[in-house]
C-alpha cells in the first residue's frame, strides 16, 4: 500500500507540475498598431502583413487608424505623459522626433537588430541619431527636383542639364521653341515651396559646410539671414519668373493644371517630387512613362535628389507587450511582408531586399540613390521648422518677388519655433 501510494503521489505531483507550467506558458496577444488615417493602399497592405502574421504567431494584431493627421502627434505624445503608450506605432519623418517623444526615455532602441540590414544607406544614415536608431523606416522615398517631359525634350533638342547655366539655357531653347519651360502652380500654393527646398540642398548645404552648418543651424548659431546662399536661392527662383521661363497664368495655375500641361506636353518641366507620377498615371496612363527626374543643378554640377523619407515604426519600451511588438515588426521587415507592402504602395523603396514597379522618373531616382546620390532634406535635418506655414510663404513670394521680406519671416519663425519647443541654444 506504501509503495502504491507513493507512485500516486508522485503522479499528482507531476500533474500539478504540468497544469503550473501550462498555466505559466504565455497565451495569445492582442496587439493594437496605432497608425494615420493615409488611405486606402496603406490600411489594405497593413491587414494582410497582419493577418499573415495573426495566423503564424497565433496573435492578433489591430489597426487603429487615428484620421486627423493634424493632431495625431499630439496624441501619441499625450498616451506617453499619461502612461498609455501605444504597443506598436506609426510616426512622421525625422531623427527630430526623438527629441519629440524623449526616445531615451520611451522608445525601443534598433540599432543591434539584424532587421537593418536591408536599409539603404541615405535613410539608414538619416535615423541614426548618436549611434541609436528609434524608429524603423517604413515605406518610399521621395525625391524633390525637376520633373520633365521627355518627348518634349527630344523634341527641342536637349538633354538633363549638367549645371545650372546649362539648366537655364534649356530653358531658353525651349521657350524659343514655343512651349512654356516651366508649369507653376501659384494658385495651389504648396508646390512653388520645391523649388527652393531643392535649391538648399543644391546651392545652401554645400555652402555653410554640410553636416557642420546644420549643427549650427540646429543650436543656433547661424542664422538663416545670415547665409547669403539662401538669399541666392530666391533670387535664382524669381529670376525665372523675370525670364519668362513660367506659365502665364502663374496666378491661376493649380497642381492639377501642372500634371496636365507636363503630361501632355504643353510645359516641359515642373519642380515637382516623384509623388506626382501616380495622379498623372492615373489621368494619362500612356504619358506617365515620359516624364523623367533629373536634380536642380548647381553650378558646378548636375546636383543631387533631395529626398524626403518615409515614416517609421517605433515601439514603446514602455508597452504592455514589448517583446510581441518587437515580434511583430521583426515580422514586418521580413522580404515576404515588405513585398506585401510595396504592391500595395509601390515606389523607390528604402529596402534593398524587394522589387517594386517604379515609373520612369522614379527610376530615373532609384538609379541616383543606388549610385550613392542623394541626400536627405536639409528642413529635416533641423530641430525647429523655417516655419510652419512655409507653403504660403513662398507662394506670396513668386508673386511679389520681395527676398528680404521672405527670409526675415523665415528667420524669425524659425527663431520663434525653437524657443516654443525649448530648444537648447534658442
Given at each position: 500500500?506504501?509503495?502504491?501510494?507513493?507512485?500516486?503521489?508522485?503522479?499528482?505531483?507531476?500533474?500539478?507540475?504540468?497544469?503550473?507550467?501550462?498555466?505559466?506558458?504565455?497565451?495569445?496577444?492582442?496587439?493594437?498598431?496605432?497608425?494615420?488615417?493615409?488611405?486606402?493602399?496603406?490600411?489594405?497592405?497593413?491587414?494582410?502583413?497582419?493577418?499573415?502574421?495573426n495566423k503564424q504567431s497565433g496573435n492578433t494584431v489591430t489597426q487603429q487608424i487615428l484620421p486627423d493627421v493634424n493632431e495625431y502627434e499630439n496624441i501619441i505624445k499625450t498616451r506617453f505623459a499619461t502612461n498609455d503608450p501605444p504597443d506598436i506605432f506609426y510616426f512622421f519623418t525625422g531623427a527630430n522626433e526623438n527629441t519629440t517623444l524623449q526616445a531615451d526615455k520611451n522608445l525601443v532602441d534598433f540599432s543591434k537588430e539584424d532587421l537593418l540590414k536591408n536599409l539603404s544607406t541615405a535613410v539608414r544614415g538619416f535615423y541614426t541619431v548618436n549611434g541609436k536608431i528609434y524608429g524603423i523606416p517604413w515605406g518610399t522615398y521621395n525625391a524633390m527636383g525637376v520633373l520633365y517631359n521627355k518627348d518634349v525634350?527630344?523634341?527641342?533638342?536637349?538633354?538633363?542639364?549638367?549645371?545650372?547655366?546649362?539648366?537655364?539655357?534649356?530653358?531658353?531653347?525651349?521657350?524659343?521653341?514655343?512651349?512654356?519651360?516651366?508649369?507653376?502652380?501659384?494658385?495651389?500654393?504648396?508646390?512653388?515651396?520645391?523649388?527652393?527646398?531643392?535649391?538648399?540642398?543644391?546651392?545652401?548645404?554645400?555652402?555653410?559646410?554640410?553636416?557642420?552648418?546644420?549643427?549650427?543651424?540646429?543650436?543656433?548659431?547661424?542664422?538663416?539671414?545670415?547665409?547669403?546662399?539662401?538669399?541666392?536661392?530666391?533670387?535664382?527662383?524669381?529670376?525665372?519668373?523675370?525670364?519668362?521661363?513660367?506659365?502665364?497664368?502663374?496666378?491661376?495655375?493649380?497642381?492639377?493644371?501642372?500634371?496636365?500641361?507636363?503630361?501632355?506636353?504643353?510645359?516641359?518641366?515642373?519642380?515637382?517630387?516623384?509623388?506626382?507620377?501616380?495622379?498623372?498615371?492615373?489621368?494619362?496612363?500612356?504619358?506617365?512613362?515620359?516624364?523623367?527626374?533629373?536634380?536642380?543643378?548647381?553650378?558646378?554640377?548636375?546636383?543631387?535628389?533631395?529626398?524626403?523619407?518615409?515614416?517609421?515604426?517605433?515601439?514603446?519600451?514602455?508597452?504592455?507587450?514589448?517583446?510581441?511588438?518587437?515580434?511583430?515588426?521583426?515580422?514586418?521587415?521580413?522580404?515576404?511582408?515588405?513585398?506585401?507592402?510595396?504592391?500595395?504602395?509601390?515606389?523607390?523603396?528604402?529596402?534593398?531586399?524587394?522589387?517594386?514597379?517604379?515609373?520612369?522618373?522614379?527610376?530615373?531616382?532609384?538609379?541616383?540613390?543606388?549610385?550613392?546620390?542623394?541626400?536627405?532634406?536639409?528642413?529635416?535635418?533641423?530641430?525647429?521648422?523655417?516655419?510652419?506655414?512655409?507653403?504660403?510663404?513662398?507662394?506670396?513670394?513668386?508673386?511679389?518677388?520681395?527676398?528680404?521680406?521672405?527670409?526675415?519671416?523665415?528667420?524669425?519663425?524659425?527663431?520663434?519655433?525653437?524657443?516654443?519647443?525649448?530648444?537648447?541654444?534658442?
Amino acid at each position: 500500500m506504501r509503495k502504491r501510494f507513493g507512485f500516486v503521489a508522485i503522479l499528482a505531483i507531476f500533474a500539478a507540475l504540468v497544469m503550473t507550467l501550462a498555466g505559466c506558458k504565455p497565451g495569445p496577444v492582442k496587439l493594437t498598431f496605432t497608425t494615420l488615417g493615409n488611405g486606402d493602399p496603406e490600411a489594405k497592405a497593413f491587414d494582410e502583413i497582419f493577418a499573415n502574421y495573426n495566423k503564424q504567431s497565433g496573435n492578433t494584431v489591430t489597426q487603429q487608424i487615428l484620421p486627423d493627421v493634424n493632431e495625431y502627434e499630439n496624441i501619441i505624445k499625450t498616451r506617453f505623459a499619461t502612461n498609455d503608450p501605444p504597443d506598436i506605432f506609426y510616426f512622421f519623418t525625422g531623427a527630430n522626433e526623438n527629441t519629440t517623444l524623449q526616445a531615451d526615455k520611451n522608445l525601443v532602441d534598433f540599432s543591434k537588430e539584424d532587421l537593418l540590414k536591408n536599409l539603404s544607406t541615405a535613410v539608414r544614415g538619416f535615423y541614426t541619431v548618436n549611434g541609436k536608431i528609434y524608429g524603423i523606416p517604413w515605406g518610399t522615398y521621395n525625391a524633390m527636383g525637376v520633373l520633365y517631359n521627355k518627348d518634349v525634350f527630344a523634341k527641342v533638342g536637349v538633354q538633363p542639364p549638367k549645371n545650372y547655366a546649362d539648366f537655364l539655357a534649356i530653358c531658353d531653347k525651349i521657350k524659343k521653341a514655343g512651349i512654356t519651360p516651366i508649369y507653376e502652380a501659384g494658385k495651389t500654393g504648396w508646390p512653388v515651396q520645391i523649388f527652393s527646398l531643392a535649391g538648399f540642398q543644391t546651392f545652401v548645404l554645400p555652402s555653410i559646410g554640410g553636416a557642420d552648418g546644420v549643427a549650427k543651424l540646429g543650436a543656433n548659431q547661424l542664422r538663416i539671414k545670415d547665409i547669403p546662399a539662401i538669399k541666392d536661392v530666391f533670387e535664382r527662383e524669381y529670376a525665372l519668373k523675370t525670364k519668362g521661363y513660367y506659365n502665364k497664368d502663374l496666378a491661376a495655375g493649380t497642381y492639377e493644371l501642372q500634371q496636365d500641361a507636363l503630361a501632355t506636353g504643353k510645359a516641359a518641366m515642373a519642380f515637382q517630387a516623384d509623388w506626382m507620377l501616380p495622379s498623372i498615371a492615373a489621368k494619362y496612363p500612356d504619358a506617365v512613362d515620359k516624364i523623367g527626374f533629373f536634380s536642380l543643378p548647381s553650378d558646378n554640377d548636375p546636383g543631387l535628389p533631395s529626398l524626403y523619407p518615409p515614416k517609421q515604426i517605433m515601439v514603446s519600451s514602455k508597452g504592455k507587450h514589448v517583446d510581441a511588438a518587437l515580434a511583430l515588426l521583426r515580422f514586418m521587415t521580413t522580404a515576404d511582408s515588405l513585398q506585401v507592402w510595396y504592391a500595395h504602395n509601390p515606389g523607390i523603396p528604402v529596402y534593398t531586399n524587394v522589387q517594386t514597379k517604379l515609373f520612369a522618373g522614379q527610376q530615373d531616382i532609384y538609379n541616383l540613390i543606388k549610385a550613392g546620390q542623394g541626400a536627405i532634406n536639409i528642413q529635416l535635418l533641423l530641430p525647429s521648422n523655417y516655419v510652419p506655414d512655409y507653403d504660403k510663404v513662398t507662394q506670396a513670394f513668386i508673386m511679389s518677388g520681395d527676398v528680404d521680406k521672405t527670409i526675415q519671416q523665415m528667420d524669425s519663425s524659425y527663431i520663434q519655433q525653437g524657443k516654443d519647443k525649448k530648444i537648447p541654444g534658442f
